[in-house]
């Protein structure tokens, strides 16, 4: 695909500065790009490089002021990054238009629905009873169970899998690899010290807007359901144990866990290898630190908290200060039990 400068430019309801006639046909790195590519420049510390690319076209902020002479075409926007970031959302759409009609060897079983523009990669399967909105992609290896239902403008990648009964709503990205619906960790002590599976009947819920990353695992409710609520972005490798509910807008880093029947509230930011136990809620817009484990619910909003356990950041700073100072301390302590 190739575009003039000019054309980018009313996409993103920007201004051109050079010459609005050059082609691009390639996104880079500002550092790296090459002619034909375009760039952009959104962190200060990478300006040196503007005046140095070879890329024939820079997205910039409004904002800039020039230091030296830039050979590339410039395109100012009130928020670079942003911008870009609706330029490769644009890109990556069109990449996936372009994936049309049926791979074979596919299966789509008895009573299900695909709506029309849809694409099924070779080795993919559908289970009975599906409903299956438009313009889905489906790639290959993906298993879709009985009576899952999928909306609009939703992509699975290669080899994920979503068993009997789940829930995804429109417009929602789910990555190779990620696994909807398997069972939650549910076993019953027995007397001779052995464990019995309890049966997990529920299902997965994933509203609109959803993002889930590759080789990320939700487990089904054992009743009802485990909820994704709209727009809620989910990294790689991360795990939601079952009857876990995450509130609208709300973001996890990989390799977090959450426990069982758990309910995150709205907008909250989850870092990291952060550990939450089961049965406790966090309140809308808390934020959690890298490498946290949460062992109690977090009652007020607009709380940041870190550690193991985890409590108010400030004082967690505070608190790894003096710790660091612990064999200084401990020897002025040893000191003056010499002198007592």
């Given at each position: 695909?190739?575009?003039?400068?000019?054309?980018?430019?009313?996409?993103?309801?920007?201004?051109?500065?050079?010459?609005?006639?050059?082609?691009?046909?390639?996104?880079?790195?500002?550092?790296?790009?090459?002619?034909?590519?375009?760039?952009?420049?959104?962190?200060?510390?990478?300006?040196?490089?503007?005046?140095?690319?070879?890329?024939?076209?820079?997205?910039?902020?409004?904002?800039?002021?020039l230091r030296k002479t830039v050979s590339a075409a410039l395109i100012r926007?009130?928020?670079?990054?942003?911008?870009?970031?609706?330029?490769?959302?644009?890109?990556?759409?069109?990449?996936?238009?372009?994936?049309?009609?049926v791979e074979e060897p596919s299966f789509i079983g008895a009573n299900s629905?695909?709506?029309?523009?849809?694409?099924?990669?070779?080795?993919?399967?559908?289970?009975?009873?599906?409903?299956?909105?438009?313009?889905?992609?489906?790639?290959?290896?993906?298993?879709?169970?009985?009576?899952?239902?999928?909306?609009?403008?939703?992509?699975?990648?290669?080899?994920?899998?979503?068993?009997?009964?789940?829930?995804?709503?429109?417009?929602?990205?789910?990555?190779?690899?990620?696994?909807?619906?398997?069972?939650?960790?549910?076993?019953?002590?027995?007397?001779?010290?052995?464990?019995?599976?309890?049966?997990?009947?529920?299902?997965?819920?994933l509203e609109d807007d959803i993002s889930i990353g590759a080789n990320t695992?939700?487990?089904?409710?054992?009743?009802?359901?485990?909820?994704?609520?709209?727009?809620?972005?989910?990294?790689?490798?991360?795990?939601?144990?079952?009857?876990?509910?995450?509130?609208?807008?709300?973001?996890?880093?990989?390799?977090?866990?959450?426990?069982?029947?758990?309910?995150?509230?709205?907008?909250?930011?989850?870092?990291?290898?952060?550990?939450?136990?089961?049965?406790?809620?966090?309140?809308?817009?808390?934020?959690?630190?890298?490498?946290?484990?949460?062992?109690?619910?977090?009652?007020?909003?607009?709380?940041?908290?870190?550690?193991?356990?985890?409590?108010?950041?400030?004082?967690?700073?505070?608190?790894?200060?003096?710790?660091?100072?612990?064999?200084?301390?401990?020897?002025?302590?040893?000191?003056?039990?010499?002198?007592?």
């Amino acid at each position: 695909m190739e575009f003039t400068v000019q054309q980018i430019a009313d996409l993103l309801q920007g201004t051109v500065e050079g010459d609005k006639t050059i082609k691009v046909s390639t996104l880079a790195k500002i550092e790296e790009a090459q002619p034909g590519a375009l760039a952009f420049l959104s962190n200060p510390k990478y300006e040196p490089y503007l005046y140095t690319t070879q890329a024939s076209a820079v997205i910039v902020s409004d904002r800039l002021e020039l230091r030296k002479t830039v050979s590339a075409a410039l395109i100012r926007v009130s928020d670079p990054y942003s911008s870009f970031s609706t330029l490769l959302q644009y890109y990556q759409t069109a990449l996936l238009a372009s994936k049309t009609g049926v791979e074979e060897p596919s299966f789509i079983g008895a009573n299900s629905q695909i709506g029309e523009n849809h694409y099924r990669g070779a080795f993919s399967y559908i289970g009975t009873n599906c409903k299956i909105g438009e313009n889905v992609r489906i790639f290959p290896q993906v298993y879709i169970g009985d009576n899952v239902e999928i909306g609009d403008n939703t992509t699975i990648f290669a080899g994920a899998k979503l068993y009997t009964n789940t829930v995804v709503g429109s417009n929602c990205t789910i990555h190779a690899g990620a696994v909807l619906g398997s069972d939650g960790f549910g076993w019953a002590p027995q007397p001779d010290g052995s464990y019995k599976a309890v049966p997990q009947i529920g299902n997965v819920v994933l509203e609109d807007d959803i993002s889930i990353g590759a080789n990320t695992t939700i487990d089904c409710a054992t009743m009802g359901s485990t909820i994704v609520r709209q727009g809620a972005k989910i990294d790689n490798l991360v795990q939601l144990a079952h009857n876990v509910e995450i509130g609208q807008n709300t973001v996890i880093a990989s390799q977090s866990g959450i426990s069982g029947s758990s309910k995150i509230g709205k907008n909250c930011v989850i870092a990291g290898q952060v550990g939450i136990v089961g049965h406790i809620t966090i309140a809308d817009r808390t934020t959690i630190g890298a490498q946290s484990g949460v062992s109690k619910s977090v009652k007020e909003s607009d709380t940041i908290i870190q550690g193991s356990p985890a409590f108010d950041y400030k004082q967690n700073l505070r608190a790894i200060t003096v710790f660091r100072k612990l064999p200084e301390l401990q020897r002025d302590l040893e000191l003056l039990k010499e002198k007592a």
